[in-house]
């Protein structure tokens, strides 16, 4: 049986998935990673997307420029909301949401830093923390792997993240090795 999906089509959900999203990350996103995130599955509508970006901007979020493109950071009323209305919107979305969210954003650090890993992780509400593993193919420059991995807390976190940035290359070989389907 397959499980129904859920659509988050108000424009004040929206707002709050916003600001989870951008608190839950800790870094600031663009609309057209906004956009990216939430069509995964046709969580949102594009317009209704549009509508509640306009409207969190200048209250909820603040606009800032980097590198000539247009990112939406939390202002202290958006953390409120993210941590006080955050688990009002369904486990579901929030954790698919999440996931897409630290795929989009570590591809798109990546590219800018010229990096062919990153390694990003989040507490989540009980404590436990999920870790998003991002490796890009060095030839193509295309996503090679993506994994996350949720542990017991940030202290697991924090180990598995400096393990795999101390020898990217040798965590990479690993995959490619346990991955490698024939000669």
């Given at each position: 049986m397959e499980t129904?999906?859920?659509r988050i089509d108000e424009v004040d959900d929206i707002c709050v998935l916003i600001?989870?999203?951008?608190?839950?990350?800790?870094?600031?996103?663009?609309?057209d990673q906004l956009v990216e995130i939430t069509s995964?599955?046709?969580a949102v509508n594009y317009f209704n997307l549009s509508q509640a970006i306009e409207k969190v901007s200048g209250h909820l979020c603040e606009e800032t420029d980097i590198d000539g493109e247009t990112f939406y950071n939390n202002t202290p009323k958006g953390i409120k909301a993210a941590k006080d209305l955050g688990a009002t919107l369904p486990l579901s979305v929030r954790d698919k949401m999440f996931s897409e969210a630290v795929r989009v954003y570590t591809r798109?650090?990546?590219?800018?830093?010229?990096?062919?890993l990153a390694v990003r992780y989040i507490k989540n509400a009980d404590g436990s923390c999920t870790v998003g593993i991002t490796i890009m193919d060095e030839i193509t420059s295309r996503q090679k792997y993506y994994t996350a991995v949720t542990v017991e807390n940030?202290?697991?976190a924090d180990i598995i993240k400096q393990k795999v940035k101390s020898d990217p290359k040798a965590f990479a070989d690993c995959l490619d090795q346990f991955f490698k389907c024939s000669d």
């Open positions: 129904p999906r859920i600001c989870y999203l951008i608190y839950s990350l800790g870094c600031p996103l663009s609309k995964l599955e046709n798109d650090a990546m590219k800018k830093k010229g990096s062919f940030e202290q697991a």
